[in-house]
């Protein structure tokens, strides 16, 4: 006689914590891995914004500040996984700070966890632009930059909406294929880098170097003395490449074994990636003929010096894969943000909650909350320069990871005492206050010139929640699974 299925035991834990099985459940454990692998995508913002780590210190921005950042991004996403373990729902965040902080810190999560998303979006898309535009040789003025710049992200963005509301069975299979490309081309970019750099003087992964300020019509970082505060911006660049790991909790309802994969998927696809990138990167710096000419390339380094010291048909083919990579993150950030939307709305925390969490019926998709999570990152785009959103969505990103995990954090032994089958014992408190003294350093510098336009965003943003939360909603909302609807299938679209 055969033992429960891993579907049953998933809808039981599912239905547990208050919700029916709707969402298709049908990842892997590569499947799972991949999404949150594909949104961090080390050939996406490790590459569009390269400049910012450069300036920030020079070669010493790379060899050390890198694995700094991407210690510190490990040590949250080991806190997330441990509650990710204990409550593998579509929510994510959003419900781990219900349960763990109540009604009030779940709802702010929430709300700073989908702007997060909609934003590293709007981020993934804005940069997969302007990158594909340096590699042609496209000048980002005049029309190229104004409309024909929206139309372009528009039609990015439509590309991938209409995948995602077709069902997950073809955003697995190119999220899938986007994990392994990324592998693929990252470790071919590095090894054809390093066997072509004109000499390799690792000093340069120690020499600190204040290079802000250049180049003077388009510098990465603004002029600054001080070369401290200069590397300490130049860690938004590992920050800003290391988000979006919250993925894999947020398809923990369609994943097999959610309990164990989310948080083994989630870990992995930070440290897969940090260590990757920082290899990458490191060549990348090797290959520079001098690392201040390359900081006066501004946003066209990469692509200029893989044109130095590759073969054309090499570089080619290997600028092709890092723009595929770049258009296949934005669809993986898509399924994460219209999941966030979708379990928000199926607890009626949205504004036409009703609407917002229609599940298509034959494709088992959030269809509404795709469309509508893909109409405000491309509407995002025309509004705030790429640089301003990268900062934006880390702020906002690291806000919403640090909330649960400070709920985590105080309630632990007392009144969380229920852990899912993966967990840290005695080093989840020590790892989770790492996480959450590292967010709030992380806020500061992300609101820091040139970024300064995050201040009012971020600014608006929690003054409306404060207002909304206070005004209205602390009576209104009930939280997870406080919905009656949610019981019950809601199909349409």
């Not at 000048?139 to 528009?154: D, N, Y």
């Not at 909330?403 to 089958?421: E, I, N, Q, T």
Request: glycine share 12%; aromatic share 10%.
């Amino acid at each position: 006689m055969s033992g429960p299925s891993p579907h049953s035991d998933d809808e039981a834990l599912l239905r547990k914590l208050g919700y029916r099985q709707e969402l298709a459940r049908r990842l892997s454990g590569f499947s799972n891995f991949a999404i949150s692998f594909s949104i961090i995508c080390i050939l996406a913002g490790g590459i569009t914004s390269f400049p910012i780590g450069l300036a920030g210190g020079g070669g010493a921005a790379i060899g050390i500040g890198w694995p700094l950042a991407c210690l510190f991004s490990l040590a949250v996403a080991l806190a997330m996984a441990q509650v990710a373990s204990a409550y593998p729902t579509a929510g994510g965040l959003y419900h781990w700070g219900s349960i763990l902080g109540g009604r009030g810190c779940g709802w702010a999560t929430a709300w700073f966890n989908l702007f997060g998303l909609v934003t590293v979006l709007a981020a993934v898309n804005s940069g997969a632009y302007d990158f594909l535009a340096s590699v042609c040789g496209v000048e980002l003025s005049g029309v190229w930059g104004g409309w024909g710049r929206t139309t372009g992200i528009v039609a990015m963005t439509l590309v991938q909406a209409l995948l995602n509301h077709f069902g997950t069975r073809w955003t697995t299979r190119l999220t899938d294929l986007s994990g392994w490309l990324i592998l693929a081309v990252a470790a071919v970019l590095t090894l054809a880098l390093l066997a072509a750099a004109p000499s390799h003087d690792w000093t340069r992964l120690w020499r600190f170097e204040n290079l802000s300020g250049r180049p003077v019509d388009a510098a990465a970082l603004p002029r600054h003395a001080n070369l401290a505060w200069v590397f300490c911006l130049g860690l938004l660049w590992p920050a800003y490449t290391i988000t979006g790991f919250d993925a894999s909790a947020h398809t923990a309802e369609e994943t097999i074994g959610a309990a164990r994969t989310v948080p083994r998927s989630l870990v992995r696809a930070v440290w897969v990636s940090g260590l990757a990138g920082w290899a990458m990167a490191i060549a990348i710096l090797l290959a520079l003929p001098d690392v201040g000419a390359g900081v006066d390339q501004g946003g066209a380094v990469v692509p200029w010096v893989m044109r130095r010291v590759l073969p054309g048909w090499l570089s080619t083919a290997l600028l092709a894969g890092i723009v595929a990579s770049q258009w296949l993150c934005g669809l993986a950030a898509l399924t994460s943000a219209s999941r966030m939307t979708y379990a928000f709305a199926r607890d009626g925390g949205l504004p036409a909650s009703g609407f917002l969490r229609r599940v298509n019926p034959r494709t088992q998709s959030p269809a509404a909350a795709v469309w509508v999570t893909a109409g405000m990152a491309a509407t995002f785009t025309v509004f705030v320069p790429y640089g301003t959103i990268a900062a934006v969505c880390t702020v906002l990103l690291y806000i919403s990871y640090v909330l649960p995990v400070a709920a985590g954090f105080l309630a632990y032994g007392r009144h969380w005492r229920h852990m899912g089958p993966w967990q840290l014992g005695v080093w989840y408190r020590p790892l989770a206050l790492v996480a959450m003294l590292g967010c709030l350093f992380l806020i500061v510098l992300g609101c820091q010139p040139p970024n300064q336009l995050a201040v009012p965003i971020v600014g608006t943003v929690s003054g409306l929640m404060v207002a909304v939360w206070f005004g209205w909603e602390r009576r209104r909302f009930k939280g997870p699974g406080g919905n009656p609807e949610a019981q019950a299938p809601n199909t349409g679209c």
